[in-house]
């Protein structure tokens, strides 16, 4: 079985906005990511992005161009050096309570099954209180990274007494944490 490291994207991978990335033209990198995910691809593990698109159940993006905008960025991390091997969104609205929509693990669970993982020696990098339960709730190890909502999620993560999840300034220093402790 292999191990994985799961992404989350807006707010980890590119600026988050506060109505959604709905274009290509609205998709902004943030720093420091290129070489972060050219230092994860060097690893064996299996880098997925999982990621939360309500704009799609919302009628604010097609799925057809939020394909298009991970189709993107997936070419220009892999221009970088860097490697996605897959993509998991969940279009669905929060009332809709759908199994794959995080904090709910449908998402990572998906995968495993896809790429045989064994869970519980990946690892989950988020911005959010819904990628740290998701993770905890699928057995994998969480990272909060304090870009994107980073910052106020580790204050609800603090008052809601969660624990079992490590703490890194961005997504370069989460992937060097977890080649430090992958084993």
Not at 88 to 111: I, V, W, Y
Not at 118 to 131: F, N, P
Not at 137 to 147: D, E, M, Q
Request: with cysteine; net charge negative.
């Amino acid at each position: 079985m292999h191990a994985a490291v799961f992404l989350d994207r807006d707010g980890v991978i590119n600026e988050n906005k506060a109505d959604y990335v709905r274009s290509w033209e609205e998709f902004t990198f943030l720093p420091g990511v290129f070489g972060a995910l050219h230092r994860l691809a060097e690893s064996d593990l299996i880098i997925v992005v999982t990621s939360n698109q309500s704009a799609v159940g919302r009628g604010l993006v097609s799925g057809d161009e939020l394909e298009k905008i991970n189709r993107r960025m997936i070419d220009r991390i892999h221009r970088e050096g860097g490697r996605i091997d897959a993509v998991f969104c969940c279009p669905h609205r929060p009332d809709e309570n759908c199994t794959c929509r995080k904090p709910q693990p449908g998402l990572l669970l998906q995968a495993a099954e896809r790429f045989d993982l064994d869970l519980t020696r990946s690892y989950v990098i988020g911005d959010a209180l819904c990628d740290i339960a998701a993770g905890l709730a699928a057995g994998c190890r969480p990272i909060l990274v304090l870009t994107g909502l980073g910052r106020q999620e580790l204050v609800r993560l603090k008052a809601q007494e969660y624990d079992g999840y490590h703490v890194a300034r961005d997504l370069r220093e989460a992937v060097e944490w977890i080649l430090d402790n992958h084993r």
